[in-house]
């Protein structure tokens, strides 16, 4: 699969440079057999020579048992070939590609993104170009063009918030596999197909930045097109042409309304590339609601949600800030509403404190017109006018209390609508459990607290509704689970 995406890259680096411009054999004796030689490429009513774009070979080599090897740029996938009549289908690991095979010449579109590439078998004449292939392309960026004047660009142009996280890496870097931190970015695009973006992180000082790359942006697969990094750096790494291709319609969250994600691979210039790591981010524009992927299993990770979402990024969405901050700090969150304090460390949400178990170690903020607190059965709760909302609270003092608590997590997978989910908590780990008991409906969800255990080492906490799930999830719990508050 790694190099079906390189040859995806390829290709979509390709449509990009086009668009900036334009501004199966069951016999072995068949005589289809045999590699078709990449001649043109048309994109944008462009047709341009393939070798003027690629630097590798391309070529389709077609062989018996409806086998074949489809070449781009130098990387070479094995895939199965069908032919009915004139019409050719090559599928690569997966990917179907319709196409015309006649007199020696195949004519493909690439992932049927209306780009046709032709190739041409030894011996047989190549189809005359039906435009001009003498064409000048820019070779600088026009900064002075400053207005988005198409839809492509008015789908990236503005500020984004989100996350990013290590996926691999070594030498220096190798435990940073799996951390992440927050981040913002702003992309800047101008008329003629250019433009820039920079993003800083929860560690960077105010206008510092992490990565500053000049980007161009071009047809993808869907109608917002693609951006691909041209010239820039990550913490003096540099990033050069087509080390991005992030296209929204063909990445790991395709699913997910207006996220992208760029992945790359950063090497320390001062350690002769023997520390390295892998990245991913994911980002939505400034201002979106992130709500609907909060509890969405089927993408990379299974908590998708940026670390300071509700105690950061929510209250300033709530309170009117339109675009990003230059620098992700706690501080800037308004004091009231969403779930966010004007303090690290502050209670956050709601007009009123729960101090669990009245010894000042952990607290939570909550809605006082809408729970009140019950000790009645000997457990500490909050508890709706109605008794159809409860939230209980049992903390564990040591690592083998908490193993047990967890323990007894997995034991509820005999009751109906049981899932288990990791999540992150107001920055803290978190296991998460939905199940139905009798009629009744639970969330239960189990904080860790990490370095930051003081007199204990994590909380369970037993949402309750005669309901639904949804009133499990409502926005008064999720205010009160994301206020908690742990004093070492």
């Not at 090559?90 to 780009?115: A, Q, R, S």
């Not at 996280?165 to 931190?181: I, K, L, S």
């Not at 509704?465 to 949804?470: A, G, R």
Request: proline letters at 4%; glycine letters at 10%; a negative charge.
């Amino acid at each position: 699969m790694k190099t079906m995406k390189r040859m995806i890259a390829a290709v979509l680096a390709l449509v990009l440079v086009l668009s900036l411009a334009a501004c199966g054999g069951k016999d072995k004796d068949d005589p289809n057999f045999g590699k078709y030689y990449g001649t043109t490429v048309e994109a944008l009513g462009t047709t341009m020579d393939m070798s003027e774009i690629y630097e590798g070979e391309c070529y389709i080599e077609l062989k018996s048992g409806n086998k074949c090897v489809m070449t781009v740029d130098g990387d070479a996938a094995d895939g199965e070939w069908e032919l009915d009549g004139e019409e050719l289908t090559i599928t690569v690991e997966g990917v179907k590609c319709p196409g015309t095979l006649k007199d020696g010449v195949i004519v493909i579109d690439f992932m049927e993104i209306g780009m046709p590439m032709t190739f041409v078998k030894d011996g047989a004449s190549a189809p005359k170009p039906t435009q001009n292939t003498d064409i000048e392309l820019p070779t600088e960026p026009n900064t002075e063009a400053t207005e988005a004047a198409d839809p492509v660009s008015a789908y990236w142009e503005g500020d984004w918030y989100g996350w990013w996280v290590v996926t691999n890496a070594g030498g220096n870097y190798a435990d940073w596999v799996d951390c992440y931190w927050d981040a913002c970015a702003t992309v800047s695009s101008y008329i003629d197909g250019t433009g820039n973006i920079t993003i800083w992180d929860e560690d960077c000082a105010e206008d510092e930045c992490i990565i500053d790359t000049d980007v161009t942006f071009g047809a993808g697969t869907t109608d917002y097109g693609c951006m691909m990094s041209e010239s820039g750096s990550f913490w003096g790494c540099e990033i050069g042409h087509a080390d991005w291709i992030v296209d929204p319609g063909a990445s790991a969250v395709s699913s997910v309304d207006h996220m992208i994600c760029i992945e790359g691979t950063y090497s320390d210039p001062d350690d002769n590339g023997d520390s390295w790591f892998d990245y991913v981010f994911y980002l939505r524009p400034w201002g979106m609601d992130w709500e609907d992927v909060r509890y969405v299993t089927d993408l990379p990770y299974d908590d998708m949600m940026p670390k300071y979402y509700d105690t950061w990024y929510l209250p300033l969405i709530e309170s009117g800030v339109t675009s990003a901050p230059a620098a992700i700090s706690v501080s800037d969150a308004p004091s009231g509403g969403g779930s966010g304090g004007s303090e690290p460390g502050a209670p956050v949400a709601g007009d009123a404190v729960f101090d669990y178990n009245g010894k000042g170690a952990i607290e939570f903020s909550y809605p006082s017109d809408v729970f009140t607190f019950d000790n009645s059965f000997g457990v500490d709760a909050l508890e709706n006018a109605d008794s159809s909302l409860r939230m209980t609270f049992y903390a564990d003092r040591t690592e083998e209390d908490m193993q047990i608590t967890l323990e007894n997590y997995e034991s509820y997978s005999d009751y109906e609508d049981y899932s288990i989910q990791n999540v992150m908590i107001a920055g803290y780990e978190a296991v998460q459990i939905t199940y139905n008991c009798w009629g009744d409906y639970y969330v239960d969800t189990y904080i860790k607290f990490g370095e930051d255990a003081g007199e204990y080492c994590g909380i369970s906490i037993s949402v309750c509704s005669y309901n639904s799930f949804d009133e499990c999830r409502s926005s008064a719990v999720e205010s009160v689970l994301y206020s908690i508050r742990v004093i070492n």
